[in-house]
């Protein structure tokens, strides 16, 4: 069975800091792109961040210049720094992650359970 288990969330003021990370488990052959996404009440999941095999990434705009998300391929685990925190960021912050569980299967998206970021004074 294939897990992606993540830490870090937390309460945090505005302007703080986080690190969440995100450790994928289990049979696993091969991870592609991982990534963060979120959803905050009311609304729809959004993407945060993601980041291919090979290193590169992509954000959403309105983390642009605040996130930076990496991952450790040894460990299979995918982090997200986020720095000058805002009340806006706060949600549920779900990692996901694109694997194949062996070298002849079909890859598939992963789901985290959700970590809670909560932004306030």
């Known amino acids: 069975q294939v897990q992606l288990v993540e830490s870090g969330g937390g309460l945090v003021q505005p302007g703080g800091s986080l690190r969440l990370s995100c450790a994928a488990s289990?049979?696993?052959?091969?991870?592609?792109?991982m990534g963060w996404y979120r959803q905050a009440p009311g609304k729809e999941r959004e993407l945060v961040a993601r980041?291919?095999?090979?290193?590169?990434?992509n954000y959403a705009d309105s983390v642009k210049g605040r996130f930076t998300i990496s991952r450790d391929n040894a460990k299979n685990t995918v982090y997200l720094q986020m720095n000058s925190l805002e009340p806006e960021d706060t949600a549920v912050y779900y990692c996901n992650a694109n694997m194949a569980r062996t070298t002849t299967s079909v890859r598939r998206n992963y789901w985290g359970q959700g970590t809670q970021v909560t932004v306030s004074s």
């Open positions: 980041i291919t095999s090979d290193g590169s990434t």
């Open positions: 289990g049979s696993i052959a091969r991870i592609y792109g």
